[in-house]
């Protein structure tokens, strides 16, 4: 247990180096720099889910939601730049539902963002949940950079692609 406890302290410490990678940064209104990502975590997780037979947004007896809730999966979608935080979230869904974790890590520059991918892979090895990662590809995007799910941020007319 202390070593659990170890490792997922040692990953939220790593927030800072992830931050640091190649990811897009934008600032919003209020003056904060945050990572920019075309499309939403939620058309992601809406394609997998649909194509896995899961429940989205499964509620928890604690009021905590699993992304995606599958017959045997408790499911986590995060984007790379949050790998770390994918971890804990995946291991409480599935104490929470019986389930077995599992963290779907969201690549949307896939030669850049791999590494984080191998690093969930080899915790996950090490503490016995199960790793996969989605591409834009998952998305079905269109020549005009729009993806099929309707309630994506990059269907909405007021928002501006990088």
């Not at 180096?17 to 720099?33: I, M, R, T």
């Not at 986590?76 to 539902?97: C, P, R």
Request: with cysteine; charged share 25%.
């Amino acid at each position: 247990m202390r070593k659990i406890l170890f490792v997922l302290l040692g990953l939220c410490l790593l927030s800072i180096v992830a931050n640091a990678a190649p990811f897009k940064k934008e600032v919003c209104n209020l003056g904060w720099e945050h990572v920019h990502h075309d499309h939403s975590e939620e058309a992601y997780q809406y394609a997998w889910c649909s194509a896995h037979g899961g429940v989205m947004e499964y509620q928890n007896k604690d009021f905590t939601r699993v992304d995606c809730l599958t017959d045997t999966h408790a499911v986590e979608f995060d984007f790379a730049n949050k790998w770390h935080e994918s971890i804990g979230q995946a291991l409480h869904y599935s104490v929470m539902t019986g389930k077995r974790a599992k963290v779907v890590l969201i690549l949307d520059e896939p030669k850049a963002q791999m590494t984080y991918f191998k690093r969930i892979r080899r915790i996950g090895k090490r503490y016995n949940f199960d790793t996969e990662y989605v591409t834009n590809d998952i998305l079905k995007i269109n020549e005009n950079n729009k993806c099929f799910y309707q309630k994506c941020k990059c269907n909405n007319p007021n928002y501006k692609q990088k």
